[in-house]
Nanobody, 127 residues
Framework: QLVESGGGSVQPGGSLRLSCAASGFSLDDYAIGWFRQAPGKEREGISY????????NYADSVKGRFTISRDNAKNTVYLQMNSLKPEDTAVYYC??????????????????????WGSGTQVTVSS
């Protein structure tokens, strides 16, 4: 399974780093996507990274502020979130799939099926 952590409450302009850790399997062969669901809104895809880390992409809403990375030795993918805004408030989820093309759609689970996904971590941006 995948387990997200690192969420919390932060003021606008602040930073958080989310982690997506694999339990019971190796992330080496998996592309990973980050998704979020804000209150009253549909879940959306915001970023992905290929298994090697050589390919990344971001939704326009987070481009330039968020950075996705991975440390396969630690079996973990990270989402560094800077310059946070109140509209970034959401539950953040990660999902993993062996097929990069599936993750590249950034179609959120469970609407789209992936090999693994987590239960989410809450991020609240408020003054």
């Amino acid at each position: 399974q995948l387990v997200e952590s690192g969420g919390g409450s932060v003021q606008p302009g602040g930073s958080l780093r989310l982690s997506c850790a694999a339990s019971g399997f190796s992330l080496d062969d998996y592309a990973i996507g980050w998704f979020r669901q804000a209150p009253g809104k549909e879940r959306e895809g915001i970023s992905y990274i290929s298994s090697s880390g050589g390919s990344t992409n971001y939704a326009d809403s987070v481009k330039g502020r968020f950075t996705i990375s991975r440390d396969n030795a630690k079996n973990t993918v990270y989402l560094q979130m800077n310059s946070l805004k109140p509209e970034d408030t959401a539950v953040y989820y990660c999902a993993g799939d062996r097929i990069l093309g599936n993750i590249q759609t950034m179609c959120p689970p469970p609407r789209c099926w992936y090999d693994y996904w987590g239960s989410g971590t809450q991020v609240t941006v408020s003054s």
